[in-house]
């Protein structure tokens, strides 16, 4: 029987696809560069739309849903925006059987359309801080595509928010992008490097743009979500304004931001091995597989008694499967590896005589046997140590692929090795571009986190304390 | 100043606009048709979901995503489907800036693209029942719009099964009527008449469709929810086929049922009056608003302990709002009103003194003293007390406004006074036709409830025992 997911080793990209498929996560759709994303995948965003949207309406923020048409004329109002996101767009020409007479876009992002109602909504300081977010579907015509990192169709949130003033958009931006870093660590195991985005790779339409950069399998980096400060670009581009508290009109500061089913992605690129697919216990729509083993129907009996027992005692406190199906127990195991099940539960005749269980641990693989009776008490902090297990493992990964340069020569053979490559950065745009023209590499980010020591910048010679996080990425 | 909301004796449809706008439910979007879901709309929407959501998945459903952009050619496989969905469709010929080789539909429903998927995920019979669930958007290109009635673009689910036998496809199309049935019943105290839709009114390419049918407070009947018996046609259409246990290759019998954002149109022209909203509490964003009402600092600050008290009191048990604005309370109990609000609780300084609070029911416009310590236990029995109260005025009002004909005249003096009018029907397509034009009237439903007793078609004249609900309809 050929292999159903290829080595990593063998071929990365295919081994990529190949978990995809075999777990049951998406399918290529019919259109090119669209995906179905099947339940099993569809479960686990609903896990991270379940997370993040508790997190959002923590902060204050509530839902909304605007259309997902936009006229052709609004995205020209603001002149980066249209120059970032022409050469991406859908357009809908004929409805209702005739050609239109404006052009529609399919929205790739809803600045415009937001930014239309909103200067509508806000009238004076009472109503502001606005705080929206908005769960839906959006469209970039991409014409290099791959299951969840790039697809013409996505799901999504994107927040937008306005405020009075300057400094209260950038606490709201960065408070957000905090949102999305500490999901990533808390709930998805993902550790991700936190900072702002240069100038060459910022938002079409921002002042600044922050983003949570992972490091997947490959060595490559992914953009795992971003957060904008607007500044008032829309705003004057659509006469959002507002009165302050002496009576005198302002145009709003704005913020965006906004994380994706391409996080499934790096769920799979983190933590994935070999076997498939090792989700971590917070966002797996299963936590627990119970397979009962058994080679008659005496011993199906007293297993099932037991699992059955045990399912009683575990109720709700887990998500849980029992795999009855009349299959070899070695296609089960392999079946659950694949689709990363965190743990696995296996009973047997002999293990109910004894009074025990085995549980097998999807992250580093070890087996325990743990008495039955215990394992509802001690079920969470299984979980618990898998989760961790997952992050320590990423984090690992990370650091061990996070390389520094200080001259050009070291940064190719950094680059060459895979992962980031930490350097001291006074570069500018067109540095950058001709960096990722020479080696296929930018900067994912400046990180938060920066040295105090100043030195040279690896590229131009110019004395900086910046550092730049530079990879090869998705 | 003018009144905010008209009075539905003046204008039925100016005061349906009027609570929208006032309520902040909803906005009209820049494109013709289209509407904003604003966010107190939105979270009406929220709990439909996470409501229908449930009963879904207990139903053994799960969620998952397909893309909206279906090719043409897709569409034209199912000729009735094609025939009546062709003149509603919008279409996307442009692409990154390219015309399309073939024009994308945007998905008016998803019958077409999940049957291609289907194709290739079902081979036998192990492979079935095949139960999903989709949360999207979907373009249908009306000419005639209404704010969450009939919106060019609107946000819905629609399940899609797939199964063995045409008796577990007809068991699932009636079980998911039923799913919709008891929702509008127990979680909006909206009544339905539950039924079959006509041959002339059922989904285009169904072999028999089933409806829920609201009557609204203007007379008219509002289809809120429908599932569908496809029976093979798009199986057929798509080759979904599987091996059963004999290896013979079987086409599947499949189902498919919607409901949409038009639900909470059902919601406003079912309870609202001249006030505005009437929420029902399971489904109301806010259940419980409190005013604290004072004249001086010391007042405020003994109303806010008050307050405090019974916020930490009450904790998550249900969803509170305080309106602690700088505002006069005549104001917020119109807000409040307006918003449909289930209960209000008012607290001023001689409440305090006296240990209670005065609670005032948003279904009747009660108002009751209660010990504030009481409080906490009795506010569920409360809520429970206004969701009673909106059904049975509901049902009443239902009730009212069925009206039986036996004969031309008396059908079209039922009509005259509005609401479903009853009558035994043996016509045909046909027939139905003449009285839409003659009358503006159609066949809501053929209820699933029947009188014993057979009589002659109030039309035809010929002898029948089948019961139609005629009405005219959003």
Not at 253 to 276: K, M, P, V
Not at 283 to 305: C, E, F, N, S, T
Request: charged share 25%; aromatic share 10%.
């Amino acid at each position: 029987m050929a292999e159903r997911i290829t080595p990593r080793s063998t071929d990365h990209s295919q081994w990529y696809l190949d978990v995809i498929r075999e777990a049951g996560l998406a399918d290529y759709g019919p259109v090119r560069g669209t995906m179905v994303i099947r339940p099993y995948g569809y479960a686990i965003w609903e896990r991270i739309q379940q997370g993040l949207d508790g997190m959002f309406k923590a902060t204050g923020h509530q839902n909304a849903y605007f259309p997902m048409f936009i006229p052709m004329s609004f995205l020209e109002k603001e002149k980066q925006h249209v120059e970032g996101f022409a050469p991406e767009l859908a357009v809908v020409t004929i409805g209702g059987g005739k050609t239109l007479e404006e052009p529609l876009v399919v929205r790739p992002t809803s600045e415009t359309i937001i930014n239309h109602m909103f200067s509508t909504w806000i009238q004076s300081y009472r109503d502001l801080p606005l705080l929206i977010n908005q769960w839906c579907n959006v469209v970039r015509w991409e014409l290099r595509t791959r299951p969840f990192l790039r697809t013409l169709e996505f799901l999504w949130q994107e927040g937008h928010t306005a405020h009075a003033t300057a400094e209260e958009a950038q606490e709201e931006t960065l408070r957000m992008l905090e949102v999305y870093r500490s999901f990533a660590h808390d709930e998805a195991a993902v550790p991700v490097v936190a900072g702002r985005k240069t100038e060459r790779e910022k938002f079409a339409g921002a002042d600044a743009s922050y983003t949570i950069e992972a490091l997947l399998g490959d060595g490559k980096a992914l953009q795992s979500g971003t957060s904008h400060n607007l500044g008032q670009n829309f705003a004057r581009a659509f006469h959002t304004q507002y009165l302050d508290t002496n009576n005198t009109l302002q145009h709003v500061w704005q913020t965006s931001w906004g994380l994706s089913t391409r996080f499934i992605g790096a769920i799979i690129l983190t933590h994935g091995d070999d076997s498939g697919l090792r989700l971590p216990p917070r966002l797996a729509p299963i936590q627990v597989v119970i397979v009962p083993i058994y080679r008659d129907d005496a011993g199906k009996a007293a297993v099932m008694a037991a699992v059955d027992e045990l399912r009683a005692a575990l109720g709700t406190s887990v998500r849980l499967h029992v795999d009855d199906r009349d299959e070899r127990p070695g296609f089960k195991f392999t079946e659950w590896e694949i689709k990363g099940v965190p743990l696995r539960i296996e009973i047997g005749p002999r293990d109910v005589e004894q009074g025990v269980v085995t549980v097998a641990r999807r992250d580093d693989g070890s087996k325990t046997t743990v008495p039955r009776a215990d394992l509802p008490g001690r079920i969470g902090a299984l979980l618990d140590a898998v989760q961790d297990g997952l992050y320590a493992q990423a984090s690992a990964f990370v650091a061990d692929n996070t390389h520094a340069a200080d001259d050009e020569a070291s940064f190719t053979a950094a680059l060459a090795r895979g992962g980031f490559v930490r350097v001291l950065w006074a570069g500018g745009s067109e540095d950058e571009a001709a960096i990722q023209e020479a080696h296929g590499a930018t900067i994912r980010c400046l990180p938060f986190e920066q040295p105090d020591a100043p030195g040279k910048c690896f590229y131009t010679g110019k004395e900086t304390s910046t550092v730049a996080l530079f990879a090869r990425a998705y």
